[in-house]
């Protein structure tokens, strides 16, 4: 339910019926400005499918992780769990995922010749790259590019 203006004066009269006339401003504003706080961090993996958003993510971010997958992927779709969690686990670290179905130019400028291809970079600097589902492998590369 969108709040309009017409909404938010119901709800006003709902609450000045429930707790009284004094506490009708404050409960009804009260009710209308606050929101529980987010469960996850937002947009823990970004999705990069723009022309030029690859070079934008590695530029703003002093340490990343690219994720160069495909949806027709069985490996990749293994994969993609544990690289969510990965996100949410190392905050300092900006996770980044490519579809190399939309967005060739990007997986030939980081020589992918598999999927799923890992990218991990300090600033502009490629540190390391493999292909293939080893998480393991993956959880060590990370923790090796935090401590950089």
Sequence with gaps: MAFTPLNATLLRRAVAAAHGPLSRRYAADKCLRSAPPPLVRPFS????????????FRTANSKSVLYFTASWCPPCKAIAPVYEQMSDKYPGI???????????????????????????????????????????????????????
């Design 45 to 56: 993996v970004v999705v990069l499918g723009d022309d030029g958003a690859v070079e934008k």
């Design 94 to 148: 900006a996770f980044g995922k490519v579809d190399v179905d939309d967005q060739p130019d990007a997986a030939m400028e980081f020589d992918v010749r598999a999927v799923p291809t890992f990218v991990l970079s300090n600033g502009e600097d490629v540190k390391e790259s493999f292909s293939g589902a080893d998480a393991a492998k993956l959880e060590s590369l990370v923790v090796n590019l935090e401590k950089i």
